[in-house]
């Protein structure tokens, strides 16, 4: 059972830095970007106002993380072949970029007619943090934002990338499973979420033994929740709260996953509590429609765009276009959302190995919304469901 | 019993902001930040691939928020002096910085000779985003970045956000309360955690009624936990795991916290499991005297650096340097970091209203780590209490 990022494929992953580099003619990369960091060294951490710096001089081959002392303890279960270094803190009375400078400097990556490889030029920090940009920094070597390669790079998932986010759906459709035995009229909903993702978590970690762990802060083992999309607040995609109370004819729209070695997979629903109405029935068979549509349409070698544009189409042939609010779907990953998108201004093409969530929605602000995610995989000649609890009305009636 | 911020406060915001843009002499600003956003706006949302956009042209005192088709349903909420604007989607066939640019022109704010605040050259966005920058975008108008403005604005907390910090305070508490019940010798450490967030959110809601919600996605309405902190890796200050078992004679740094209109608090504990050790007492001991002295430290009118300077030389007096990690505290608010540090190198003048953690910890790596963390308030003469949680060895020691 894998259960995280083996160091055989942090190895492959450092094989294909060369191969970026190579390609771009650049000597090496620094990297402040938790998710670029953690895909090469397997490292997660909680982001601070102290810069964490991924460092590599690719002829070499010397990969190195800069970290504060803080987590000088915590890196020592890194792959041999990623070394670290660590500086007092920040701000500190010298500016941890100055050490990032020295690291690069010791590493021979800053020299003239040399470029560097960066995800955005300094640390970005969210968190009270100042500090000068990279190309500020360096004395002679230029920089080049790769962002836009390594996303491309992660497009397409690994064996392991894939059986991660498979081992994740299960422990999200058991959650859901509990989330949906405990919706019932006069329920809070945190007490019906905080209850499934409780229950679904301890038994992931019973059954996956010692060896699970949860890879990155904020998450949970396992989890499913409404976050507000109850009654009309349904009709709100991206509703946040925890007071509402579920009520008799109800439409409730779910959210479950659980993360595996730091990986997630997507699952969401559309449920009824009650029996269904003609409109509520209306619309949820039109999802179930929808999303048919986006799942007989993905296929590799056709352009992500073109799964948009079918559905768009049916929203329009349907005359349901007003109901419309977002794309049909988006990559995933270790990410919630990655590129590439379902969505008629993304030209990528589709290939075997890309994880999408297909997600098409009707919003009727006022009445409700309905929508169904399912995370999919793209295989050679269509796709694979990675989620796979049922979509149809029955199942999805609470009586 | 205040549990969002008001319009009335955001007003004050605006007016803040208005000052802000007149004394750097700049028409109005462009952020892309979920933390300034929320500032300026108390909307909340789940960052994406979609950038959100802040607009504000001083002058004609006009402040606008552009969101994704996704969002227009959710910025109804929006204070009256608060208008929105919406996009139909990232990429889109017409990227959503076209947009931006169209709604900056419309607002008059891109022109000869003017200059927006920004803080940030383009949406930073980490989810597969990618685009121009500001700069680029606008045909007219310079950029200068306001981010470290803004920070220092944030810094002395008004009455409304001390209200809800020190709301958060009681619900962290309770769920410690619970954490520390729960914790016995062979328990998971999910377990505990799970079962105390759940109590105290509920107990929570029930309590504060139907005007409580959870404001920031991914956040819970009261939660403690160990995050691995457990045994030999307490010793590892930022940790991150879910499944050790507690055992007799380990200790345990925990953290606690809720969150009240996005605001939180911070409490963290060590507690030892079982009669400590002379060892265990000696270290338990220096971290309250280590933390007594910074607390005795504050005052207005000092700088930040002063608290890290005293605290530091106890480390060095008393012969334990060695197991020294980090700086003293961060001040915190809507982030759970925020700027200014106690540290060495921030010179921050402290001033009354600044809340701040106050937390020096001590790490013997292969033993165990030791740090308590509380939430104070910078008053005229000193310090005042927001955590309140005991922090001697009697009351830490769970037989």
Redesign the interface.
């Not at 504060?68 to 915590?74: G, I, M, N, R, T």
């Not at 803190?89 to 500016?95: A, I, Q, S, T």
């Not at 969505?343 to 993304?346: F, K, N, R, T």
């Given at each position: 059972m894998l259960l995280q990022t083996s160091n055989k494929e942090l190895k492959r992953r450092n094989e294909k830095a060369k191969r970026i580099l190579s390609e771009k003619d650049l000597e090496g990369f620094c990297l402040f970007?938790p998710?670029y960091i953690f895909y090469f060294t397997g490292f997660?951490?909680?982001a601070?106002?102290r810069p964490i710096a991924l460092l590599f001089n690719s002829e070499k081959d010397v990969m190195e993380l800069v970290v504060?002392?803080?987590?000088?303890?915590?890196v020592e279960d890194l792959p041999s072949f990623i070394q670290a270094e660590s500086y007092p803190?920040?701000?500190?009375?010298?500016?941890p970029m100055n050490f990032v400078k020295k690291r690069i400097n010791d590493l021979g990556l800053d020299k003239k007619s040399a470029c560097l490889g960066i995800d955005?030029d300094g640390y970005?920090g969210?968190?009270?943090?100042?500090g000068p940009s990279l190309s500020e920094t360096l004395d002679h070597s230029e920089v080049e934002n790769i962002?836009?390669t390594l996303?491309k790079t992660m497009m397409v998932k690994s064996p392991e990338e894939i059986e991660m986010i498979k081992e994740s759906a299960r422990w999200g459709n058991l959650a859901h499973r509990l989330l949906q035995e405990y919706s019932a009229p006069g329920m809070?909903e945190?007490?019906i979420s905080?209850?499934a993702?409780?229950e679904a978590?301890?038994a992931m970690?019973?059954t996956l033994g010692?060896d699970?762990?949860?890879?990155?802060?904020?998450s949970r083992?396992a989890s499913a929740n409404f976050?507000?999309q109850i009654g009309s607040k349904s009709?709100?995609?991206?509703?946040?709260?925890?007071?509402a109370k579920l009520k008799e004819g109800d439409i409730l729209i779910t959210g479950a996953s659980s993360e595996v070695g730091g990986y997630i997979s997507e699952l969401e629903r559309t449920m009824v509590l009650g029996k269904p109405t003609a409109k509520q029935e209306k619309y949820f068979n039109l999802i179930v429609e929808l999303q048919d549509l986006a799942l007989d349409t993905i296929e590799p070698g056709i352009p992500c765009s073109k799964v948009d544009e079918v559905v768009r189409k049916f929203y329009k042939d349907k005359g349901i276009w007003e109901h419309?609010?977002?794309?049909v779907g988006?990559?995933l990953g270790y990410?919630?959302?990655?590129?590439?998108?379902f969505?008629?201004?993304?030209e990528t093409i589709i290939e075997p190995g890309m994880v999408f969530s297909v997600e098409p929605g009707i919003?009727i602000?006022g009445f409700a919304g309905f929508r169904h995610s399912d995370t999919v995989l793209v295989t050679e000649d269509g796709i694979e469901y990675i989620t796979y609890y049922p979509r149809d009305l029955e199942s999805l009636t609470i009586d």
């Open positions: 970007s998710t997660s951490f909680i601070t106002e504060p002392a803080l987590e000088k303890d915590h803190e920040y701000p500190g009375k010298n500016h955005s970005a969210g968190y009270g943090y100042k962002k836009e996303d809070i945190t007490e905080e209850r993702s409780f978590s301890m970690i019973k010692e699970y762990s949860l890879t990155k802060y904020g083992p976050r507000g009709a709100i995609p991206h509703a946040i709260t925890t007071n419309w609010r977002h794309h988006h990559a990410r919630m959302h990655e590129a590439p998108f969505d008629l201004g993304d919003f602000p």
